[in-house]
C-alpha cells in the first residue's frame, strides 16, 4: 500500500500553511464496524483555512487533521462489519480529517456515490451545494421568475446558488468585488454580474428593469451589507453567512425601520445538527444526482497531493483564484 499520509496541525497561527504539515502515520488495525477508505478528493473550503487560523466559529481539538469533507473509495472493512464493499465511492462524514490519503471511517456512516462520477466533483458535496440549496429554499418564497441577488458570487458557494437558481428558474444578480471574476461567473448561468462598490442599486435597478428583489446573499460583511440592502425590495431579506470582509454586517436604521429589511443568518452546521436525518439523505441525494449528471459542478483551480499541503493551503487562502484548490492523494 502507499504510504499512507495524513495533514496535521499542532497549533493554530495567522499564516494558515505555516502551522500544517504532512505527517506519516501506519495503517490502522480496524474494529468491528470500521472502514478504512483511501481519499480520492477533499476540498479546502474557507472554514477549513479560519481552522487553522483560530478564527471559525467550532474549532476542532488539537493536535488535528484538517479537511472537513471529501470523498474515498473503501478499502477494507473491519472484522464482522457491514457497510458499503470495497471499491465503493463513498461520501466521508463531515470533520473527520480528510486531509489525509486514509482515514478510518465508521462503516454505517458512508454514504455510497456513483463510482463513475467525477470524485473531485463530489468532494465538495456535503457543504457549498446544500449551503447554496438551503439559501435559496429556507428564507423566502421564490417563484419561478423572481430574482435574487447575492455578493461573492465567485465563491464555492456562489457558483452553486447561481446553478440551483438557474434549474428552479429563478434569475440572479451576482456581485463580485474585482472585474477579473465576471467572467466565470458569467460561465457559471448568471444573468446579471456587476462589481460591487458605489451606486449598486442603481446599477441593479438598471439591470433588471427594476425588479422587487426579495432575496438577498450575503458572504462578506461590512458595507457591503448595506450596499445589498440598497438593492432589495421593501419587505426583503438579507441571509448572511459569511464575513470575507472580517467586519461586521452592517445595516442602517433607513433599511431595517423604514424599509423593514429583515437580517438573518446562517451556519450549515447547525442545520445539520438540528435536521433529521432523512431530511439531511434527502437533500444530499438530490445534490448529488444533479453533480453525477453534470447538472452541478464548480471550477477547480488546481489539485494538490497531501504531501503539498502547505502549498494547496497557501494557494486556498490567496485572494485571486477563480476556482476550488482540491487535495487529491495520489494511490499506488
Not at 450575503?218 to 419587505?235: E, K, N, P
Request: with cysteine; charged share 15%.
Amino acid at each position: 500500500m502507499t504510504t499512507l499520509i495524513k495533514a496535521e496541525y499542532a497549533e493554530r497561527g495567522p499564516v494558515p500553511h505555516a502551522v500544517i504539515h504532512p505527517v506519516p502515520f501506519d495503517r490502522p488495525v480496524l474494529a468491528k464496524g470500521q472502514a478504512l477508505v483511501a481519499v480520492l478528493a477533499a476540498p479546502i473550503n474557507p472554514s477549513d483555512v479560519l481552522m487553522l487560523t483560530g478564527q471559525y466559529g467550532m474549532l476542532p481539538a488539537l493536535p488535528a487533521v484538517g479537511g472537513t469533507e471529501g470523498v474515498g473509495r473503501v478499502v477494507e472493512l473491519g472484522p464482522d462489519t457491514q457497510g458499503p464493499a470495497p471499491g465503493q465511492t463513498v461520501l466521508l462524514p463531515t470533520g473527520i480529517g480528510t486531509w489525509s490519503s486514509h482515514v478510518v471511517a465508521p462503516a454505517a456512516a458512508l454514504v455510497p456515490l456513483p463510482n463513475e462520477a467525477d470524485p473531485r466533483q463530489l468532494a465538495m458535496l456535503t457543504i457549498n451545494p446544500p449551503t447554496a440549496a438551503l439559501l435559496l429554499s429556507d428564507f423566502v418564497d421564490l417563484q419561478p421568475g423572481d430574482w435574487v441577488i447575492q455578493n461573492s458570487a465567485n465563491s464555492g458557494v456562489g457558483s452553486y446558488v447561481v446553478q440551483l437558481a438557474r434549474l428552479r428558474g429563478l434569475k440572479t444578480v451576482n456581485v463580485v468585488r474585482r472585474e477579473s471574476a465576471v467572467p466565470a461567473v458569467v460561465s457559471q448561468g448568471a444573468d446579471v454580474v456587476l462589481v460591487d462598490g458605489d451606486g449598486l442599486a442603481e446599477r441593479v435597478k438598471a439591470a433588471t428593469g427594476g425588479a422587487a428583489i426579495t432575496l438577498g446573499i450575503d458572504a462578506v460583511g461590512g458595507a457591503a451589507t448595506m450596499r445589498l440592502a440598497s438593492a432589495l425590495a421593501d419587505g426583503a431579506t438579507i441571509v448572511n453567512y459569511g464575513a470575507l470582509s472580517g467586519e461586521a454586517c452592517m445595516l442602517s436604521p433607513r433599511e431595517l425601520v423604514f424599509r423593514d429589511i429583515t437580517l438573518k443568518g446562517f451556519w450549515l452546521a447547525r442545520w445539520f445538527r438540528t435536521t433529521p436525518a432523512p431530511k439531511q439523505r434527502a437533500l444530499l441525494g438530490e445534490l448529488a444526482g444533479l453533480i453525477a449528471t453534470g447538472k452541478l459542478h464548480t471550477p477547480i483551480q488546481a489539485t494538490y497531493d497531501v504531501t503539498r499541503i502547505q502549498e494547496a493551503v497557501a494557494a486556498a487562502a490567496s485572494g485571486e483564484r477563480h476556482g476550488k484548490i482540491l487535495v487529491t492523494p495520489q494511490h499506488d
